[in-house]
């Protein structure tokens, strides 16, 4: 027979111990699904050049518009802004909702989640591990695909200046400071389709529903965002200020939309997120 | 082409900004689950029109005036309140300022707003803000004010009144304020100080002033701004009085009234009224024949600068001792920035204060809704503090967009627009003049050519549209040959430009004059040239050297323009010879145009503060109140664990000998449905129990309570004494594999192992993974995928998993399944020696030889209730009957008698043998006499077993 604590858990438990993060992050970094995902946030950029490369002649010229492709290819750093906007609305949506949303459905459609609650993992700290877990996988997705589009784009384009599309430049260092910035926002705001993603995840077994359904709310709102009629409804929308950090190319910046964008993420996430621990802990593990 | 998308991001809608108070607020009262979105409420007031036609002027040129008052529901006889008279802007009626009189009738002021004469419903002809007529009537107004009980007086006569208006109403502000000394306040917006020296513009020459936009006022000569000109009267001869341009008002939308040409009685027709009707619609006829004149000749004469000055409060600003709040747009072609400069140093100098405000918008374009909103609010305030003494002094200050690189209207696509903050004007009353920065240019001496008839001519400006560049997307046209340019060196750092800056030209013409057109370009590295705003400066020139090796400076102010250049770009002076929106002499001509010696750009520069720099400090303030959020949260869950654990420290002390007890357990659903009902039991240590029932009878879901996955709605669990609540630590001792295996199936069954353990955080020795590998007896393949593993050999690898670190209380429910013989055999060795280590084992089945062959105690179930319990003996053993099969079954008659007499029994025949119910008799004393009798016994089995005894329990037997 084991020796037994106080609390009457065996020698050697510890709650605070349970399902570390690390030991969370193996579990996840053994999925192909996750291998597969941060092998794209690298192929993406590397396709992209590619593109660019192929098509850099003709169209380019007799487009007057004012746009990122248009100064794309003039650095690396633009290289890495035009990713960042290419991949803002659809991609990274979809990369943080997978994370978020796949997280907790995936063990409950395994069958794992059970045994993981019987360890026992309390169940705030399981769902709080899997939440910082599926942020910081998140969040080094997007970095790949930054880091990626910055290294790769400067081969390809020179390790040059940021050229916005209004003709000014950004020196480098300047401009790496704002894509951090930039980065940094994007992570923050793309919270808000993760933590829904999260609350899905906690409420359904199939991992399919919680990021499809998240995926999808995002993009309702997104097509509602284009209905003129609805005016200042849209800036309470989940997806209001998703560009906002192309704000931080301009001098000097001005950071009211990020700032509003930032707070509004924010008591999203928050409210989504305390949806999922209520949720969670109420609810009766059936699967 | 393919379309392509582009950095085109909707700009923030208008209450964008105001609502992130309300969402931080929100976010600090952490209120997460019911967010109040403030609505951005006004305490509106509930304000009533009254509508009336006021007389003003005698005579030939008395009018009807079409008024309306908004008086708010707080301005009665016995609280009266302070008016304010907005007037509309050219093209405009009383209509086109409703808005804005809804807005301070709202406030708390009495708001009169007219038509002015010859527009709207108002009768009478347009004398372009002339003091005679339509300043006049201003006082008339005020007039009509004084005598309403609700309007605060200052005296008899004497109403506590404010003007306010754009452009052609900003201009009868000012008149008035000069005019009439009863105003106390006035607000005139994007207005003209000279409308000489604004259609007639000549920025050559020595300027009278240090302030930042100070621009020559235009002496004999000026360039005839026939575009603009063209627009604005073309307003004003309509007969429709509709605005041409929504611009001219300010971008309201002036809704036509039923104006109409003035009432001609045919009986005295005249030609010369019809003509005057017809060309002239409702200008005065001296208004009507300069302009005619001058659109006609391009040229200012004596005559028409009469009337112009007449209609300027340049002459009169020294009467102006009303608080004056000057606000002029950056975007704007017709009253450009030096406009509002003159009018501030005029009123100035009287001591009178004076703010000015320069905001992102004008003429050429209609500003944000938020900057719009932002400017109501600038005049509101002016207005509480000015006629009420509420509110903050809003003091003498300088406000202006923050400069940025972007041309024109390009700014929008970045969105965002922010203001900077001086204490005071530059070069007005104490204040420090001007600031200037001085940019070496360099450039030769250029020939510049004007075309005959003054075309083809640069395209800078198109008039309510503001830069080409911007409307077009493309650069200005500048026609080669026909102009100068003068560069800077590519600057070191960012130059921000706020005012008009000046510089020192050559100039030569063969005729002694000169008709030119200065414009301050900015250039991109890569050669791409910004005009900002699309601003020009033109210039009339005269008395000029005729040889081009003499030639004549002459000092140029260019137009006053809020731009930064930035780190990499050259600052061009550009002087070109045509320009398609003012009149240029018909005659062709060479000019020479070079820098005068040692000339440099002089760029005024203001040194402002960016409002609301919380910008940087409110990003503190969030961090702040997220890491306070984050410690609040650290010290709650503590708090809350801490309680947990006095919660869990009552202990049942007869725990350890009994490791599980279900104390009236039952679990109803919401639906109605109760999967166990008042199930009591215990298990006592080194037990192996079993859970016997038919499916759904509640087994797996007792299961799933005692791992604290459901809550039960009555009753309790209790685990080594502790009760089994989610998470309870004491589930640490237990072990279990309950319906499907768990596994991930990605990964090999060692991985999913050695995983399942470090997700318990408990040290690696303990997990004892050698004893549970060789129980699920994988071998190589423990190293395969899950996936390609058959059913049986997943459920070996998850009852490894479950008795991982040996737990004293192993759960397994149906563990058989799709085992074969030989490993449900071993299995059923396992458990049993598990058990001899005086742990306990909880196995469920619907298999009764299962539970018969592997448990020592079992609990039968059915239907949610526990319907039987004790050792498998005492289940089987009530009643005993045994089958009795003969070597020979025609011994069975004989067999029937020898039986039939044995105390007790009863004999019964079937297909398989004999039944035999023993009664008293055992089993040894049947055996006994059946051999005695010389009968062969094949086989003697239990015929009673736990099927039965099963059956007839849960009431299926019958």
């Known amino acids: 027979m084991s020796t037994v604590q106080s609390t009457g858990a065996v020698a050697g438990y510890r709650p605070e111990r349970t399902l570390r993060l690390s030991v969370e992050l193996r579990r996840q970094f053994k999925r192909r699904r996750t291998i597969g995902v941060f092998a794209l946030m690298v192929a993406l950029p590397l396709l992209l050049i590619a593109a660019l490369q192929l098509g850099a002649s003709e169209d380019a010229q007799s487009n007057s518009r004012l746009n990122l492709v248009d100064v794309a290819t003039s650095s690396g750093l633009n290289f890495t802004l035009f990713v960042l906007f290419a991949t803002t609305s659809f991609f990274l949506v979809v990369v943080y909702a997978l994370f978020f949303g796949d997280t907790v459905a995936s063990e409950a459609q395994w069958g794992s989640l059970r045994y993981a609650l019987a360890t026992p993992v309390p169940r705030m700290r399981l769902l709080r591990q899997k939440w910082l877990a599926a942020l910081v996988m998140s969040v080094a997705a997007l970095l790949t695909v930054t880091v990626v589009a910055v290294v790769a784009g400067g081969i390809a384009f020179g390790f040059e200046d940021i050229q916005t599309p209004i003709g000014i430049t950004i020196g480098q260092g300047d401009g790496l400071l704002r894509l951090a910035g930039m980065v940094g926002y994007l992570a923050v705001h793309l919270l808000v389709v993760g933590t829904l993603a999260f609350w899905l995840s906690t409420v359904t077994d199939a991992p399919l529903a919680a990021v499809g359904g998240s995926v999808f709310t995002m993009f309702v709102f997104a097509i509602l965002d284009q209905v003129e009629q609805l005016g200042s409804v849209r800036d309470y929308f989940p997806t209001a200020e998703e560009f906002a950090w192309t704000d931080l190319l301009q001098t000097p910046v001005d950071s009211g939309d990020l700032y509003r964008g930032v707070i509004q993420s924010l008591l999203y996430a928050a409210v989504f997120t305390a949806l999922a621990f209520r949720h969670f802990a109420r609810r009766d593990v059936t699967s | ?958």
């Not at chain 2, 100080?193 to 936009?213: C, E, I, K, R």
């Not at chain 2, 600038?378 to 503090?385: K, N």
């Not at chain 2, 000015?386 to 903050?392: K, P, V, W």
């Open chain 2, 1 to 958: 082409m393919r379309p392509t998308r582009g950095l085109v991001r909707p700009s923030p809608r208008p209450g964008a900004r105001a609502t992130v108070a309300a969402l931080t607020t929100a976010l600090l009262s952490a209120a997460l689950l019911a967010v109040p979105f403030a609505g951005t409420a006004t305490a509106a007031d509930d304000v009533t029109t009254e509508d009336a036609t006021v007389p003003s002027g005698t005579g030939a040129d008395a009018v009807e005036l079409d008024t309306t008052v908004y008086v708010p529901s707080s301005a009665t006889a016995q609280d009266p309140a302070p008016a304010v008279v907005l007037a509309h802007g050219f093209g405009g009626s009383k209509d086109s300022v409703a808005g804005d009189a809804q807005d301070l009738a709202a406030r708390g002021y009495v708001v009169l707003a007219y038509s002015a004469r010859g527009f709207g419903d108002s009768t009478g002809q347009i004398g372009l803000d002339d003091p005679d007529f339509e300043v006049a009537d201003v006082s008339t107004l005020l007039d009509v004010l004084a005598e309403r009980d609700d309007v605060l007086l200052d005296g008899p006569g004497d109403p506590r009144v404010g003007l306010s208006g754009v452009s052609y109403g900003g201009a009868v502000s000012l008149l008035g304020a000069a005019y009439d000394d009863r105003v106390d306040a006035i607000a005139p917006r994007i207005t003209w100080n000279s409308l000489t020296s604004a259609l007639f513009p000549s920025q050559a020459g020595a300027v009278d002033g240090n302030t930042v936009a100070a621009t020559p006022a235009t002496g004999d000569a000026g360039v005839f701004k026939r575009l603009w000109s063209g627009l604005f009267f073309g307003a004003g001869s309509v007969p429709t009085g509709d605005g041409l341009l929504a611009s001219l008002t300010g971008g309201a939308t002036a809704e036509g009234g039923a104006a109409s040409l003035p009432q001609i009685d045919p009986s005295t027709l005249d030609s010369a009224a019809v003509e005057q009707a017809l060309t002239c619609g409702r200008f005065r006829a001296d208004v009507c024949a300069a302009y005619q004149s001058a659109a006609a000749s391009g040229t200012l004469t004596p005559e028409i600068a009469a009337i112009l000055d007449r209609s300027s409060p340049a002459g009169v600003l020294d009467r102006i001792t009303a608080p004056t709040l000057l606000v002029q747009g950056t975007q704007d072609s017709l009253f450009g920035l030096g406009q509002a400069d003159a009018n501030a140093r005029g009123i100035a100098a009287n001591g009178t204060p004076v703010s000015v405000v320069w905001y992102d918008g004008g003429h050429d374009e209609s500003a944000s809704e938020g900057t719009t909103e932002d400017l109501r609010e600038l005049v509101a305030g002016w207005f509480d503090f000015h006629l009420r003494g509420q509110g903050e002094d809003p003091g003498t200050g300088f406000s202006y967009p923050v400069p940025t690189g972007v041309g024109a209207a390009v700014g929008s696509v970045q969105g965002g627009s922010q203001t900077e903050e001086a204490a005071a004007y530059p070069g007005i009353g104490d204040a420090q003049p001007a600031e200037r920065v001085s940019v070496p240019l360099s450039g030769t001496v250029f020939p510049v050519v004007t075309p005959p008839g003054g075309n083809p001519a640069a395209i800078t400006t198109v008039p309510g549209l503001g830069a080409v560049t911007a409307a077009l997307g493309g650069t200005t046209v500048e026609i080669p040959g026909q102009f100068a340019a003068f560069d800077s060196a590519p600057l070191d750092a960012a130059t921000d430009v706020v005012g008009a800056s000046t510089v020192t030209l050559a100039v030569s013409s063969p005729t002694g004059t000169a008709t030119l057109f200065a414009k301050l370009y900015d250039v991109a590295a890569d050669g791409s040239q910004t005009l900002p705003s699309g601003l020009v400066a033109p210039l009339a020139l005269t008395g000029l050297s005729t040889d081009p090796t003499a030639p004549t400076e002459v000092e140029v102010t260019l137009p006053g323009i809020v731009h930064r250049f930035e780190t990499g770009h050259v600052m061009r002076v550009l002087v070109s010879s045509t320009d398609q929106a003012f009149a240029a002499p018909a005659e062709a001509g060479v000019y020479t145009v070079a820098l005068a010696d040692g000339a440099a750009l002089a760029a005024p520069t203001v040194d402002g503060a960016v409002v609301g720099e919380s910008s940087s400090s409110r990003w503190w303030v969030l961090l702040g109140v997220l890491a306070g959020l984050g410690v609040l949260g650290v010290v709650v869950a503590r708090l809350w664990g801490a309680r947990r654990r006095r919660q869990l420290s009552v202990v049942e002390p007869d725990g350890e000998d009994v490791p599980l007890r279900f104390e009236g357990v039952t679990k109803s659903y919401k639906d109605g449905f109760t999967a166990v009902r008042g199930l009591s039991f215990e298990v006592r240590r080194g037990q192996v129990l079993g859970l016997l029932g038919p499916n759904g009878a509640g087994k797996t879901t007792s299961l799933r309570m005692l791992m604290g996955l459901i809550r039960p709605t009555e009753g309790t669990i209790s685990v080594f004494g502790h009760p089994a609540s989610p998470g309870a630590p004491v589930l640490s001792r237990l072990g279990s594999f309950v319906e499907g295996t768990g596994l991930q199936p990605h990964l090999s069954g060692r991985d999913n192992l050695e995983l399942y353990w470090a997700a318990t955080g408990r040290p690696a020795e303990d997990a004892h993974l050698d004893e549970a590998i060789a129980i699920a007896g994988l071998g190589t393949a423990l190293d395969k995928r899950v996936r390609s593993y058959s059913q049986g050999m997943r459920q070996r690898v998850a009852i490894a998993q479950a008795m991982l670190g040996l737990p004293d209380l192993l759960v397994l429910d149906e563990p058989t399944n799709g085992l074969d013989p030989p490993q449900i055999h071993a299995m059923r060795e396992v458990l049993q020696d598990y058990a001899k280590t005086g742990r306990t084992v909880i196995v469920s089945s619907h298999l009764l030889a299962e539970i018969e062959q592997t448990c020592s105690h079992v609990v039968v179930m059915a239907k949610g209730q526990k319907v039987a319990e004790g050792t498998v003996e005492e289940i089987i053993g009530t009643g005993g009957a045994v089958l009795v099969v003969l070597d020979d079954p025609a011994d069975t008659d004989r067999a029937v008698e020898v039986l039939g007499v044995l105390p007790g029994t009863s004999v019964e025949r079937s297909d398989e043998g004999l039944v035999l119910e023993l009664g008293g008799t055992s089993r040894a004393a049947a055996v006994t006499a059946l051999v005695g009798a010389g009968i062969g016994v094949d086989q003697v089995t239990p015929r009673r077993r736990l099927e039965d005894a099963f059956l007839s329990l849960v009431g299926e037997s019958s």
